[in-house]
């Protein structure tokens, strides 16, 4: 068996070179053997790579799949194969593609080919549902199949000779396409997505591979471009994003995009020593307006609010509402507290002037909280709770005033200094336990599927602490990791037990970000694994949304490592990031989480229901199965389970608790929620 295979390294080509070809012989070997497509999604489950498991991993090759390549008359000329760095499963477009290219590989190596075998490809790529293109080693456009006439409306005769700069949109940066023609001049496969245009001027996205073809001395003799219109995807997406990121009444960014843009924007002040103010801005009586003039009037007002935030602060200011009568501002790159001041007093004046609702004329104020960065603080986190206690002075204050955070009125900063020596001790005096909250199959009977591990400080003084508390403030010491270290040993530990008992289910345990990124991470948890004899495939980790956006070629290589030893992977708090689809392709997810702050406010908060049920659309086409959090109503799950999501967790079907207050559920299977 031998090839030219200038995308593999060269040691591993030298290796398989020469092998005899026969079933058990890697993916090539066999279909090559047996005439058939050979799909080898795990390599390392596989066992016609048996012989081959340790070379391949040296290889950084997952999965391959490879199909035979037949000549004129149908005897086996070779194979064409793909192969991925992570386990693949091809669906039906991969497979028609690899059909259609190993044809195409086949009329390049034979160049001779009957006419009723030339006429059979000829029709396989002109119905083939995908576009293809076909040009010289210039570039020079030599063939164009109907999908793609259908799509770009260009017929053959209109590019022939042309090269695919035509379809150039004029949106993507020069430096993008030189990157692309480096790889393919190079003999290797490009894959990406790209912006493009029809012959009428409409741009839409295209998922793009572009294959280069090789003669017998490896010279370039044609590029093959295959490509799909995405652009309906890519709108699903930005959907998403949109009912997402922002609040459907103001138009303004919500807490979540807020965050986002904050994380920006303290990155910018670092790297440029620069300064900027966060107001936090509350109604006052907005209740006593709700109830006496209605929810209507209410809205009105909420909007009329925004829009004079926005008619008073600068185009550069960022604006959000993050809760039913809050909203907050980061003014950017400011002198110092005078000009904060200035601006604060102008908001107060603009937002006080009266407000026409149908016939009532409402005057308005706020209460609005400062705080200044980096003086007061550098995180998310601490710049939140510094102006809503700044805000709430200006409350006690007698509202429609602002008020400057100081470390005066901070009592937590004394708790907090108090609780990280306290966190510091309480591992060695074994005050933490685990508490465990299953997740439930819900589609059909309600049955326990999975525990998720969930710490809990049992303090000897203070009794139970709330994890909000105390988790941030292990995070910023750096504790999280040997806590995080010893939740995953007693999960596995208390997992083992319940598998001697006679119960096996998934014990689910989260990771935090400096988990995550932590080098010995693998390590850790194959150690926890081995000690306690618990099998990899009932651990699942717990990733956050926010996680995986964070290096984001470290995140990739670690969830395939991750996946390679057998555990399950769950994106948790999806939707609280800013994650794109094309990226989550890419990531080796079986379940994704859906954040319960989307599941509190169903049924009453109609754009909650469709983020809800567009999440689950989006997972299910992705191959995931979804978990939705926070279950609290029959409402809720009864919208759940209507759009087909496979899990659930919340109060309504059980709380966290110590496992053995747990097991009562593990032999329970309910047909409804009144069981």
């Known amino acids: 068996m031998s090839g030219a295979a200038p995308s593999l390294p060269a040691f591993y080509s ?22 058939e497509m050979v799909i080898s999604a795990d390599i390392q489950n596989d066992p016609c790579w048996a012989d081959f498991k340790e070379l391949t991993a040296k290889a950084g090759l997952a999965s391959c799949w ?39 590989v086949s009329l390049a190596l034979e160049r001779k080919q009957v006419e009723g075998d030339l006429q059979k490809l000829s029709r396989a790529v002109e119905q083939s549902p995908t576009m293809v293109l076909i040009t010289d080693e210039r570039g020079k456009i030599e063939y164009v199949n109907e999908e793609f006439t259908d799509v770009t409306g260009y017929s053959l005769d209109e590019v022939r000779g042309k090269t695919p700069a035509i379809l150039n949109a004029g949106e993507t940066a020069p430096e993008f396409y030189k990157e692309m023609w480096d790889v393919i001049l190079e003999g290797h496969d490009w894959h990406g997505e790209i912006r493009n245009k029809t012959k009428s001027g409409q741009p839409y996205w295209s998922m793009l591979s572009i294959s280069p073809i090789l003669d017998e001395t490896h010279t370039i003799t044609h590029f093959i471009g295959v490509s799909e219109d995405i652009s309906a995807q890519k709108k699903t997406l930005e959907q998403i994003e949109q009912l997402a990121f922002y609040d459907p009444l ?25 300064i900027f103010a966060l107001f936090y801005l509350d109604l006052d009586n907005f209740k006593q ?12 007002l909420l909007q009329a609010i925004a829009g004079r935030l926005k008619g008073t602060l600068r185009q550069s200011d960022l604006i959000a509402r993050i809760g039913g009568d809050e909203f907050i501002v980061l003014l950017a790159d400011v002198a110092g507290a005078a000009e904060v001041a200035s601006v604060a007093n102008k908001l107060l004046q ?46 006690h204050k007698g509202r429609n005033n602002f008020q400057f955070f100081t470390h005066e009125m901070n009592d937590e900063v004394v708790n907090r200094a108090s609780m990280e020596q306290e966190l510091r001790n309480a591992l060695n005096n074994k005050e933490f336990c685990v508490h465990y909250q299953p997740q ?37 010491l750096g504790l999280i990791v040997e806590l995080g270290e010893w939740v995953l040993n007693e999960a596995c530990s208390q997992g083992r037990l319940l598998i001697d008992a006679g119960y096996s289910i998934r014990m689910a345990v989260n990771l935090s970000m400096r988990q995550f990124f932590d080098p010995e991470l693998l390590n850790k948890i194959k150690k926890a694994l081995e000690l306690h004899g618990f099998p990899a495939s009932l651990l699942e980790l717990e990733i956050t ?62 754009s909650d229901m469709e983020i809800t049920s567009a999440v689950i659309a989006m997972a299910h086409k992705l191959g995931l199965k979804v978990i939705a959090e926070g279950i609290e109503t029959h409402e809720q799950m009864a919208f759940l389970r209507e759009n087909g999501c496979e899990m659930g967790q919340g109060f309504l079907l059980a709380r966290p608790a110590p496992l053995d207050d747990i097991m009562k559920y593990l032999d329970v299977e309910m047909d409804s929620l009144g069981d």
Not at 453 to 473: D, K, T
Request: glycine share 8%; charged share 20%; proline share 5%.
């Open 250 to 274: 103001t138009l303004l960014g919500n807490r979540r995009l807020f965050k986002e843009q904050l994380d920006i924007e303290l990155k910018k002040a670092k790297r440029n020593s620069t």
């Open 289 to 300: 307006i709700n109830d006496t003039l209605g929810h209507d009037a209410g809205d009105r």
């Open 440 to 476: 439930w199959s819900i589609l059909k009977e309600l049955q326990p599927v999975c525990l998720e591990a969930l710490v809990r400080w049992n303090h000897p003084e203070r009794g139970q602490v709330s994890p909000a508390e105390f988790i941030p403030v292990a995070e910023d």
């Open 545 to 606: 949304e926010s996680m995986i956006m964070e290096e984001v070629d470290v995140v990739v290589d670690t969830l395939h490592q991750l996946k390679l030893l057998g555990v399950s992977l769950s994106i948790d708090d999806f939707g609280t990031g800013y994650s794109s689809l094309s990226y989550l392709k890419r990531l080796p997810f079986d379940h994704l989480k859906v954040d319960g702050s989307f599941v509190r406010d169903i049924p009453q908060d109609k």
């Open 14 to 35: 030298d290796a398989v070179n020469g092998l005899a070809i026969g079933e058990g012989v890697g993916a090539c070997g066999t279909a090559a053997s047996t005439g």
């Open 66 to 104: 490879s199909q035979p390549i037949f000549g004129s008359s149908h005897e086996i000329l070779g194979t064409f194969a793909i192969y991925h760095g992570y386990p693949h499963q091809p669906n039906n477009d991969h497979i028609a593609m690899m059909e259609q290219a190993s044809q195409l």
């Open 350 to 395: 603009a937002i006080s002037q009266p407000v026409l609702l149908g016939s009532s004329e409402v005057k308005a104020t706020v209460s609005l909280g400062i705080t200044m960065v980096p003086t007061d603080g550098d995180d998310w986190a601490v710049l939140m709770k510094n102006a809503d206690l700044a805000m709430y002075r200006a409350k």
